[in-house]
């Protein structure tokens, strides 16, 4: 079946970076998006950006433009999202959702476990 | 501003209808983007509930429909039970983000 595996959780201290991976499969992994989302502690789900598997091309939501990198690598169908001087603010679920269909916008089905990011000192 | 607004909580008793709203702006819902909707049950990922406004990924129960008219969506939930119980999100793109937007969540607390 379709799956997303994620890596696990990560503790850093403010400042520095955390790359999270994503490992796909049960499909063709270029063919379909990823998209990464945050969800911190007792609130909402917040967009980051999204990643085509095929070209490696990269839109990131504003608010995340010059600290998040996204990249992928195809000969282990995985997708990476590294975040880049963290602080507090940070701290929060990291998850990957694969596209629900491969063209247009039908929403993100299936999601990854999520990864745990905290970030303290 | 980029805004999908959602009650912050519904609750209901076992057997009754419950109606989520989900109200956004010109530049998402009311420019003609579709709605998603998803379910996360706790201390889990978001599942995927209802797609492109009204349509429901296989295995999602027909208790689940949403719908949507101007700028605005809801999702309703007929014959709740006790496995409802969860947070569920609307998403749809926006153009001033150029990307994607959550409303702030829905906790549903079935009585």
């Known amino acids: 079946q379709v799956q997303l595996m994620q890596s696990g959780a990560e503790l850093r201290e403010p400042g520095a970076s955390v790359r999270v991976s994503c490992k796909a499969s049960?499909?063709?992994?270029?063919?379909?998006?990823i998209h990464w989302v945050r969800q911190a502690p007792g609130q909402g789900i917040e967009w980051m950006g999204w990643?085509?598997?095929?070209?490696?091309?990269?839109y990131s939501a504003q608010k995340f433009q010059g600290r998040v990198t996204m990249s992928r690598d195809t000969s282990i169908s995985t997708a990476y999202m590294e975040l880049s001087r963290l602080t507090s603010d940070d701290a929060a679920v990291y998850y990957c959702?694969?596209?629900?269909?491969?063209?247009?916008?039908?929403?993100?089905?299936?999601w990854g476990q999520g990864t745990r990011v905290t970030v303290s000192s | 501003q980029s805004v999908l607004t959602q009650p912050p909580s519904v609750s209901g008793a076992p057997g009754q209808t419950v109606t989520i709203s989900c109200t956004g702006t010109?530049?998402?819902?009311?420019?003609?983007?579709?709605v998603h909707w998803y379910q996360q049950l706790p201390g889990t990922a978001p599942k995927l509930l209802i797609y492109?406004?009204?349509n429901r990924p296989s295995g999602v129960p027909d208790r689940f429909s949403g719908s949507k008219s101007g700028t605005s969506a809801s999702l309703a939930i007929t014959g709740l039970q006790a496995e409802d119980e969860a947070d569920y999100y609307c998403?749809?793109?926006?153009?001033?983000?150029?990307?994607?937007?959550f409303g702030g969540g829905t906790k549903l607390t079935v009585l």
């Open positions: 959702a694969r596209v629900h269909r491969n063209y247009g916008d039908f929403g993100f089905d299936p």
């Open positions: 049960g499909y063709t992994f270029t063919t379909y998006y």
């Open positions: 990643i085509d598997p095929n070209s490696g091309g990269t």
């Open positions: 010109s530049s998402n819902i009311g420019a003609g983007f579709d």
């Open positions: 492109v406004n009204t």
């Open positions: 998403q749809s793109h926006d153009s001033s983000l150029s990307g994607s937007l």
